[in-house]
């Protein structure tokens, strides 16, 4: 029997997240796949052919270089061989998104290579179809990204996640709970600070939802989980 109206409403002050959703971009070299080792029992999904900065963590990850292995680890993780782990780390999504382009331009329709406007579409939808089937995992989830250069509709100057179409890129926030940039700052001494911004400044793309966080966080998953209360 299903239960009424009355008994299903439910207080907004007992909201909590169960898991977390993170999109972390980033230049080259600002760490971004070291943050795999701030999350509880992370599991890491690798299309950048090299996880040399976490050589000391010694964290289980499998590579990925074709559509059927990004399907068989997501089985995988499905599975109850996967119950132990705690989160899945996407290394990076700009990868991912070039192997999925590469298979579309490959197809034959009618004997004939497909319209490559319609491979960026169909990229596209399997990109964020993607994206929805692995934040629908009992995971945290943290989807890595290269940083890119862009304009917004008024024509001023962005960075965003890097993705195939800018439309894809323009649609990330909308698809995780958190959008992170992750940056490495010099002051005039020449002294390096690496930090999390969490909120988006006009000309770095970010988000945070719930007001949990600072607009500047350690680069450290673990804390805002925390903060989070999960």
């Keep these: 029997m299903s239960l009424s109206l009355i008994d299903r409403i439910k207080r907004t002050s007992t909201e909590t997240p169960v898991y977390a959703k993170f999109c972390v971009y980033g230049h080259a070299g600002t760490g971004k796949t070291t943050l795999a080792a701030t999350l509880p029992s992370p599991f890491i999904i690798s299309a950048e052919g090299g ?14 270089t ?25 290394d990076s999504i700009s990868e ?7 298979a579309e331009k490959g197809r034959m329709v009618n004997g004939k290579p497909v319209d490559p406007r319609q491979a960026y579409g169909a990229t596209q939808e399997s990109i964020v179809a993607m994206i929805r089937a692995f934040s629908g995992l009992p995971k945290h989830l943290l989807i890595i990204a290269k940083c890119e250069k862009t304009q917004d509709e008024a024509g001023r100057l962005l960075y965003q996640p890097a993705m195939v179409g800018q439309k894809l890129g323009q649609q990330m926030p909308y698809l995780f709970d958190f959008v992170f940039a992750l940056r490495n700052e010099k002051d005039a001494e020449g002294n390096v600070t690496r930090y999390l911004q969490t909120k988006t400044d006009g000309l770095w793309q970010a988000k945070e939802r719930g007001g949990y966080v600072e607009a500047v966080e350690q680069p450290d998953l673990g804390l805002i989980l925390n903060k989070l209360g999960v």
């Design 51 to 64: 996880l040399l900065s976490l050589r000391g963590a010694d964290l289980p990850y499998v590579e990925v």
């Design 66 to 90: 074709t559509i059927d292995e990004l399907r068989e680890a997501f089985a995988f993780l499905s599975s109850q061989d996967a119950e132990h782990i705690k989160s899945v780390v996407i």
């Design 96 to 102: 991912i998104a070039e192997i999925v382009l590469a």
